[in-house]
């Protein structure tokens, strides 16, 4: 199996920072790309951002230049670094992954358990 696990979520003031962290583990054979989604009460899951193993970036336009996500592929790891924050940006936050487990050759999408994100004053 591969598990994600999500870490570095909290409660920030408006204008402040917050990095999460999602460690992918198990029997991973390769890990194309990791990505992070969130969830605010009553709406939908939305796209955040997501990075390739070549570190190819994407990211929605609500975070763009306030959002940086990078990934340490020796540690399986993906990170957000989160600048600015707004109380618009609250929500749990998701980790994905779209990774190929070491037991098939097909490649499918992974999620973590999500972190809570707090912006208020």
């Known amino acids: 199996q591969v598990q994600l696990v999500e870490s570095g979520g909290g409660s920030v003031q408006p204008g402040g920072s917050l990095r999460l962290s999602c460690a992918a583990s198990?029997?991973?054979?390769?890990?194309?790309?990791m990505d992070w989604y969130r969830q605010a009460p009553g709406k939908e899951r939305e796209f955040v951002a997501a990075i390739t193993n070549r570190d190819s970036t994407t990211y929605a336009d609500s975070v763009k230049g306030r959002f940086t996500i990078s990934i340490d592929n020796a540690k399986n790891t993906v990170y957000l670094q989160m600048n600015r924050l707004k109380p618009e940006d609250t929500a749990v936050y998701y980790c994905?992954?779209?990774?190929?487990?070491?037991?098939?050759?097909?490649?499918?999408?992974?999620w973590g358990q999500g972190t809570q994100v707090t912006v208020s004053s």
């Open positions: 994905g992954a779209v990774a190929t487990p070491e037991w098939s050759s097909l490649t499918y999408q992974y």
């Open positions: 198990g029997s991973i054979s390769r890990i194309d790309a």
